[in-house]
């Protein structure tokens, strides 16, 4: 059974500092594509940042300079380092592993992120 295990959302102060953790089991990790989404109460969910099997990233502009997403295959996880975290990044935070050409998709359960003074 494919799990993917969030760890790391906590309460955090304007302009403080947050690593997300989803850690994989269950499945091969390597040939995974991972992504980062949030979803803040009443918006839709939003791509925050990927990275490809191959290591390529890609960050949604509201966040290019202040996180940064990468992978540890040996541990099956992949990390979110934020950074100067603003009141509008509180949202849901949610892993995502997918595997186009098999057509898999799996979903973590998304911790919590207020950001509040």
């Known amino acids: 059974q494919v799990q993917l295990v969030e760890s790391g959302g906590d309460l955090v102060q304007p302009g403080g500092s947050l690593r997300l953790s989803c850690k994989a089991s269950?499945?091969?990790?390597?040939?995974?594509?991972m992504t980062w989404y949030r979803q803040a109460p009443g918006k839709q969910r939003e791509l925050v940042a990927s990275?490809?099997?191959?290591?390529?990233?890609h960050y949604a502009d509201s966040v290019k300079g202040r996180f940064t997403i990468s992978r540890d295959n040996a541990k099956s996880t992949v990390y979110l380092q934020m950074t100067s975290l603003k009141r509008e990044d509180t949202a849901f935070y949610y892993c995502?592993?997918?595997?186009?050409?098999?057509?898999?998709?799996?979903w973590g359960q998304g911790p919590q992120v207020p950001v509040s003074s």
């Open positions: 990275i490809t099997s191959g290591f390529d990233t």
């Open positions: 995502n592993a997918a595997q186009t050409a098999w057509g898999y998709s799996y």
């Open positions: 269950g499945m091969p990790f390597y040939p995974y594509d």
